[in-house]
């Protein structure tokens, strides 16, 4: 582990990341953010889903540096008397999980269908090319909305695990479409090239020439372009939490957390919304910059 690290620390992308300030900073934040939401079962000093230790009493009390907060509760509590911190860091769980597993989801159906498109060419390019000018002409924010609206209404009932899963999915559906066409556009450029024309001689089959040769050098654009999506796709989760349509309420995430509390911002209460903003903010900026700096670091003209 240590030597895998040395050498990447050596290498070329290594040297850039020690050298670049905004990128060690990011991934400081990202760091702090992904390890306290993966551990908010021990990290986090309250369980604010776990009802039997709410106290309504405590319910909408300020911060614990204000004059009348509780040292009990750093960051105050909510309308029901969640502790924010502890609601930070599961609402940011949860905003993390279903981020990653849309970017996951969207980029294997995008790279699946911009390597189809760019190595067969013909019909079946011309027919998903215009599929993702259908999709780029609708918001994505708009499209989402509409499947997640869509898929509640058809399970009103559901498990939260269904609810999730159509969150996903709605998604998923706005995001492919990037992945599809950069993915096509750089295999549109290596399949012309001498290693693929040779392996075509040699009579490779044109599935394993995809699988082996084109996807391993068209998957640069892809990482900075998934890392880069994480933040969009999270952002677009605590958009349709905070009009309704997102998560259940019983698991809030960052942008369930902000609706409740904008419901109590001009009555005083500002740290139930401004604090989950705040950590969306952080996330999402966090690993824009880590994506802008993989984008700068992969690109060999600025090296």
Same mark, same amino acid.
């Given at each position: 582990?240590?030597?895998? /690290?040395?050498?990447?620390?050596?290498?070329?992308?290594?040297?850039?990341?020690?050298?670049? +300030?905004?990128?060690?900073?990011?991934?400081?934040?990202?760091?702090?953010?992904?390890?306290?939401?993966?551990? @908010?079962?021990?990290?986090?000093?309250?369980?604010?889903?776990?009802?039997?230790?709410? =106290?309504?009493?405590?319910?909408?009390?300020? +911060? @614990?540096?204000?004059? =009348?907060?509780? @040292?009990?509760?750093? /960051?105050?509590?909510?309308?029901? $008397?969640?502790?924010? %911190?502890?609601? /930070?860091?599961?609402?940011? *769980?949860?905003?993390?999980?279903?981020?990653? @597993?849309?970017?996951?989801?969207?980029?294997?159906?995008? !790279?699946?269908?911009?390597?189809?498109?760019?190595?067969?060419?013909?019909? %079946?390019?011309?027919?998903?090319?215009?599929?993702?000018?259908?999709? %780029?002409?609708?918001?994505?924010? &708009?499209?989402?909305?509409?499947?997640?609206?869509?898929?509640?209404?058809?399970? +009103?009932?559901?498990?939260?695990? !269904?609810?999730?899963? !159509?969150?996903?999915?709605?998604?998923?559906?706005? $995001?492919?479409?990037?992945?599809?066409?950069? !993915?096509?556009?750089?295999?549109?450029? =290596?399949?012309?090239?001498?290693?693929?024309?040779?392996?075509?001689?040699?009579?490779?089959?044109?599935? *394993?020439?995809?699988?082996?040769?084109? %996807?391993?050098?068209?998957?640069?654009?892809?990482?900075?372009?998934?890392?880069?999506?994480?933040?969009?796709?999270?952002?677009?989760?605590?958009?349709?939490?905070?009009?309704?349509?997102?998560?259940? +309420?019983?698991?809030?995430?960052?942008?369930?957390?902000?609706?409740?509390?904008?419901?109590?911002?001009?009555?005083? =209460?500002?740290?139930?919304?401004?604090?989950?903003?705040?950590? &969306?903010?952080?996330?999402?900026?966090?690993?824009? &910059? &880590?994506?802008?700096?993989? *984008?700068?670091?992969?690109?060999? *003209?600025?090296?």
């Amino acid at each position: 582990m240590r030597q895998t /690290l040395a050498r990447w620390l050596d290498s070329d992308i290594g040297h850039s990341f020690r050298t670049s +300030p905004v990128a060690i900073t990011a991934a400081a934040i990202a760091f702090v953010c992904v390890f306290c939401a993966v551990f @908010a079962n021990w990290v986090a000093p309250h369980n604010p889903f776990d009802l039997t230790t709410l =106290e309504l009493s405590d319910a909408r009390r300020p +911060p @614990a540096w204000s004059a =009348e907060g509780s @040292a009990k509760y750093l /960051l105050g509590t909510d309308d029901q $008397g969640r502790d924010i %911190l502890s609601a /930070l860091m599961y609402g940011a *769980r949860i905003s993390l999980v279903v981020g990653a @597993a849309s970017v996951l989801l969207s980029m294997v159906i995008g !790279v699946v269908l911009g390597l189809l498109a760019g190595f067969k060419g013909g019909w %079946l390019d011309a027919f998903l090319m215009r599929l993702c000018d259908v999709m %780029l002409s609708f918001p994505p924010i &708009l499209v989402a909305l509409l499947i997640a609206g869509v898929g509640r209404a058809m399970f +009103p009932n559901a498990h939260d695990t !269904v609810a999730f899963g !159509v969150l996903i999915v709605s998604i998923t559906l706005t $995001g492919w479409v990037q992945y599809a066409r950069t !993915v096509r556009g750089s295999t549109l450029v =290596e399949r012309n090239k001498e290693y693929v024309q040779a392996a075509r001689v040699t009579g490779v089959p044109p599935l *394993r020439i995809m699988l082996r040769h084109v %996807l391993p050098n068209v998957t640069g654009p892809v990482l900075v372009l998934a890392t880069i999506h994480v933040a969009t796709a999270i952002i677009t989760e605590a958009t349709l939490s905070f009009l309704g349509v997102g998560v259940p +309420p019983t698991s809030p995430s960052l942008g369930t957390l902000i609706r409740v509390g904008n419901d109590y911002l001009f009555s005083g =209460e500002w740290w139930i919304t401004i604090f989950p903003g705040l950590m &969306l903010i952080l996330i999402a900026l966090s690993v824009n &910059l &880590l994506g802008d700096w993989l *984008r700068d670091a992969l690109n060999p *003209r600025l090296r």
